[in-house]
């Protein structure tokens, strides 16, 4: 019902940087809140920004001051501009988002694909 596709990864340099996008489309109502989570290699995923549906953004410790969550409502896409990369950053990013569908009540999450980010030193 719902999809969620994310573009932007790549490969880039310690210090540069990067913007995700992540647009959803389907049978959407409405969304609460848009986010990004990041699974590098052998290691969980983990949350890392945030938008809910009236801005308020939220980042992890890690990544506060250096990347930036924004989102275009009208287009039903969330962006990460990510600054200052460190080797740390890499790994396959993913864009969820808390959807409404048409004749719901109620918002269920999902998921993108996810696209790879590498940050090399």
């Known amino acids: 019902q719902v999809q969620l596709v994310e573009s932007g990864g790549g490969l880039v340099q310690a210090g540069g940087s990067l913007r995700l996008s992540c647009t959803a489309s389907g049978n959407i109502f409405s969304i609460n809140n848009m986010a990004w989570h990041r699974q590098a290699p052998g290691k969980q995923r983990e949350f890392v920004a945030l938008?809910?549906?009236?801005?308020?953004?939220n980042y992890r410790d890690s990544v506060k001051g250096r990347f930036t969550i924004s989102s275009d409502i009208a287009k039903n896409t969330v962006y990460l501009q990510m600054n200052s990369l460190k080797p740390e950053d890499s790994a396959v990013y993913y864009c969820?988002?808390?959807?409404?569908?048409?004749?719901?009540?109620?918002?269920?999450?999902?998921w993108g694909q996810g696209t790879q980010v590498t940050v090399s030193s």
């Open positions: 969820g988002a808390d959807v409404i569908v048409v004749r719901r009540t109620h918002p269920t999450t999902y």
């Open positions: 938008i809910s549906s009236d801005g308020t953004t």
